[in-house]
């Protein structure tokens, strides 16, 4: 039931006065954020109002209480008064999320175990914070501890091969790791061709291949021994197998494999290649966000839209990231004509660099260094695929009170 859609769960369970969400911002920049964070979350009856948390108070004082209501305590002198007032006029099992100004950890304590509510976010808001933090609650989808702390998956995958996204996934570990400072692995699945290792320099051993045949031998403790160190905060785990080798994938390993690396690292840059093997579908299953790299061509358009026809999974709120790379290609179809042929707007476009580029992976360093647009994109890149920086994050309690009680915060267990 936890992962249906909520509106599906009001109507199973007989109750159609109450509205599936109903959100109330007391500014026009929090109720934007909210709308275009939540439209893909609740496209279909996203009821967004505005006022504070006394309209909410009001509101719910004269009609049934939704499943999910967005509360705005941003200028009041005293908003956990406000919020106690709230928990006595709305029933017991809502689930709120409230929006607010920046407080330290003993108000987001205070909101959270104290008074029940789900999540707190403080402004400004942004639609990308939205969609990460608030949009898995209203679509009835459950977000794991780890991705709220920041634990990220995010999978590159190239429409074709030869689209460069081995080198965009790889710069994009370069970026989160070495100049955002986040401990950070770059997971290169493919044991027979995969070049994750040998654009840096370095040289894999077994311990990816023995981990993928033996699920019940993952820890931490492996993971982080068949990683290689690139940087004091980059690591590539990767392969280099004999193309006579015959690899056997246990079901369920890409689980006990993300499982472990994230109790490691803050983000696992994951370079997917795309073909019918249970590890890289399971890859792209289990991602937060994925990551689709494509050269402006017929044939990279015509399966960049297979690849984003993939069905997305719990913890993925929004879309795959589309990249056109070496978008100035010479004879190569405009952008205009791309994101015609697919419907939608290409979210960066890298132009074509092949000296940089080239170069770059000659001498086994990323490209980052070498050229101002491509750096620029990538920056982008990581912005889109992981939104908010880990110090955005307010540290999670460790239980998640299940109700919103006022009791919760006059008589505090323990």
């Known amino acids: 039931m936890a992962d249906a859609p909520i509106a599906a769960v009001a109507a ?38 505005r006022g504070g948390i006394r309209a909410a108070i009001a509101a719910m004082q004269k009609s049934a209480t939704p499943r999910v209501l967005i509360v705005d305590i941003g200028g ?29 950890l003993d108000f987001y304590r205070a909101i959270t175990r104290g008074l029940g509510a789900r999540e707190y976010l403080p402004k400004p808001l942004t639609r990308d914070k939205v969609a990460l933090h608030f949009a898995p609650v209203v679509s009835g989808q459950a977000v794991s501890e780890q991705s709220v702390l920041g634990s990220q998956v995010i999978t590159v995958t190239g429409a074709r091969g030869g689209t460069g996204a081995s080198t965009i996934a790889l710069n994009l570990a370069w970026h989160f ?48 021994r068949a990683a290689i160190p690139a940087a004091d905060r980059l690591h590539v785990l990767a392969g280099h197998e004999k193309l006579t080798t015959e690899l056997t994938y246990a079901p369920h390993t890409a689980t006990a494999l993300l499982e ?31 990551v689709v790299v494509m050269e402006p061509t017929l044939a990279s358009v015509r399966d960049a839209l297979r690849l984003l026809a993939l069905p997305a999974t719990m913890g993925q709120t929004r879309r795959a990231i589309v990249v056109l790379n070496r ?69 999670t309690p460790a239980a ?7 009791r919760r915060l006059l008589h505090p267990a323990g």
Not at 77 to 104: C, F, K, R, S
């Open 260 to 290: 472990a690396l994230r109790r490691r690292y803050n983000f696992i840059v994951a370079d997917v290649p795309f073909r019918p093997e249970p590890l890289h579908r399971d890859l792209l299953d289990l991602a937060n966000q994925r």
């Open 177 to 224: 790791g070495v100049l955002a400072r986040r401990h950070t692995v770059l997971l290169d699945p493919d044991l027979h061709m995969g070049v994750a290792a040998f654009l840096l320099n370095l040289r894999p051993g077994p311990g990816l291949r023995l981990a993928l045949e033996a699920p019940e031998r993952i820890d931490s403790l492996l993971a982080e």
């Open 12 to 49: 199973s369970q007989g109750r159609p006065d109450r509205a599936p969400m109903i959100a109330f911002a007391a500014d026009g920049q929090t109720e934007i954020a909210l709308r275009d964070g939540l439209a893909e979350a609740l496209p279909e009856a996203l009821d967004i109002r």
């Open 400 to 406: 998640v009170p299940a109700r919103f009680s006022l």
């Open 327 to 395: 978008a100035s290609s010479t004879g190569g179809i405009t952008r205009r004509q791309i994101e015609d042929a697919l419907g939608l707007t290409v979210d960066i476009a890298i132009p074509n660099l092949p000296r940089h580029v080239a170069g770059a992976a000659t001498l086994g360093e990323p490209a980052l260094g070498r050229h101002a647009g491509f750096r620029t994109a990538i920056s982008e890149l990581a912005r889109q695929a992981a939104p908010v920086r880990l110090a955005d994050i307010a540290p």
């Open 76 to 104: 009041q002198d005293e908003p956990l008064g406000a919020l106690g007032a709230l928990a006595e006029v709305t029933e017991p099992d809502v689930v709120v999320l409230v929006v607010g100004e920046p407080g330290d």
